[in-house]
């Protein structure tokens, strides 16, 4: 299998959804996948904190094997638990023990939302901690998980000397999230860049409209939608690792075989063509037509317009909770909420957008849709959370 950047492998094992047995985690299950997955070459495995179980059972397998040297193990700090420097000291122990080792690998700062949440980290001290961290050997590389817009992104590559970050990024979000301008502007940077949600977690593979499917099917009868999906990541020398969370057999062969066979620049501009068909039929299902071109931007109130109208979308075109589970991490769990009701109507954003979009009206449909008495109450639990 491929390696593009530290060694890495370029199918990275997400362990959020480890296979489960009995209400806990399946052992036998799981070490027989992890086996088979380190014997064909990955060698990425990523976990968290707040996984429940995840860095415990990749802990036992890999002790109980003495796999812990063939891989990296790549976990994250929970930011917004974290109120000092001990906290985070505590913290971490803790995710030594579960996974039985004296080092990480790779640790993220985990959803970091912008650049003002890490600036509060670092009047904490995190910089210090971290550093001695990473002499002392108990960290090898530093990064950060993020789901945002491009600008925000691009703000906190340039906040700290980053070993490494890791994005939301597929076809669908090629214009939003991070995007591919943040992508390409990491690896001008020298940073490698992890992907996660390839697929929109199922979304691009088995939870394609049929007409979408069969776009797909006309082009190569033998590629699944999920491999259109990957083989479109892989296409992209600037991406290091794909993570997929592999939690059956038959998906991790496949992914695998899959991983054997890409290159970079491999797909054809007939192969781009079919993307664009699927990802045209797909934005039908959108309610406002923003194309994230940030003509719009900035908005003297402060609101993401772009992230705003793509959430609002994904409500459509996923389904409800997964668009207000992003509403809330890409505008309101930050330190300077960007969300649809800080609009001021000002309309200076309206002479700008191409699409000549009626923003103000659209932002009100948004805030009426979304931030109902659910969004309310999650918003006030956490806010200390995110404050400067």
Partial sequence: ME??????????????????????????????????????????????????????????VLKKNNWRKRVTIATKLPHYLIKSVEGAEK????????????????????????????????????????EEKKASGQIRKIGFSYHGGTRQFMELLDAYEWDFCQVQYNYMDEHSQAGRAGVEYAAKKGIPVIIMEPLRGGRLADGLPSKAKAIF???????????????????????????????????LK????????????????KDLNVYQKVTALLNEEVKVPC????????????????????????????????GMREYLMCTTWRAKRTN???????GKCEKHCP????????????????????????????????RK
């Fill in 3 to 60: 390696k593009r950047k530290e060694g890495w492998s370029i199918l990275g094992f997400g362990c959020m959804r480890f296979p489960s047995k009995g209400g806990g985690m399946d052992l036998r299950e799981i070490q027989r996948e992890i086996g088979f997955a380190i014997k064909h070459g990955v060698n990425y495995f990523d976990t968290a904190y707040v996984y429940r179980g995840s860095e415990k059972a990749l802990g036992i």
């Fill in 91 to 130: 913290l971490f122990q803790d995710q030594l023990e579960r996974l039985q080792t004296d080092y990480i690998d790779n640790y993220l700062m985990h959803m970091l939302p912008d650049v003002h949440v890490w600036q509060k980290f670092v009047r904490m001290g995190i910089l210090d901690w971290l």
């Fill in 217 to 251: 099917k006309k082009a190569d009868p033998d590629r699944s939608p999920a491999e259109w999906g990957l083989r479109w990541l892989w296409n992209q020398p600037e991406v290091a690792v794909v993570l997929s969370g592999m939690n059956s057999m038959e998906m």
């Fill in 254 to 269: 496949e992914n695998i075989r899959i991983a054997d066979t890409v290159q970079a620049f491999e797909l054809k501009q």
């Fill in 291 to 322: 194309t994230g071109c940030g003509y719009c931007q900035p908005c003297p109130a402060g609101v993401d317009i772009p992230g705003v109208f793509r959430c609002y979308n994904v409500c459509h075109t996923d389904s409800f909770f997964t």
């Fill in 340 to 346: 649809a009701s800080l609009c001021r109507q000002c």
């Fill in 355 to 386: 699409q000549h979009i009626a923003i103000r009206k659209e932002l009100k449909n948004v805030s009426r849709a979304l931030e109902n008495p659910v969004y309310k109450a999650a918003a006030f639990l956490t806010k200390g959370m995110f």
